[in-house]
């Protein structure tokens, strides 16, 4: 493996292991105060789309790093929206 390589699996490591506290916190505390459904929509479709770019240039860390990160995003969003209706419907 070369020196670029390398480096590119680092990134998408440490970005990808990134979401995990917030992805545990959201799922176990059962809130997600303080998170914008705007910015995490952006985000969510940012990394779909970083996904399929990778899936067009054959770029093993690109696709398993927004692979994962695609599904702990999502995972906070849909949570997001879930716990936000409840708070609108009181």
Partial sequence: ???????GYIAAILTTVSF????IKTIKDKTTDGISLGMYSMFTSGVLLWLVYGFFVKDIPIIIANSITFILAV???????????KVNQK
């Fill in 75 to 85: 995972t906070i969003l849909a949570l997001t929206i879930k716990y936000s209706t």
């Fill in 1 to 7: 493996m070369d020196f670029i390589s390398v480096i």
């Fill in 20 to 23: 995990l506290p917030q992805a």
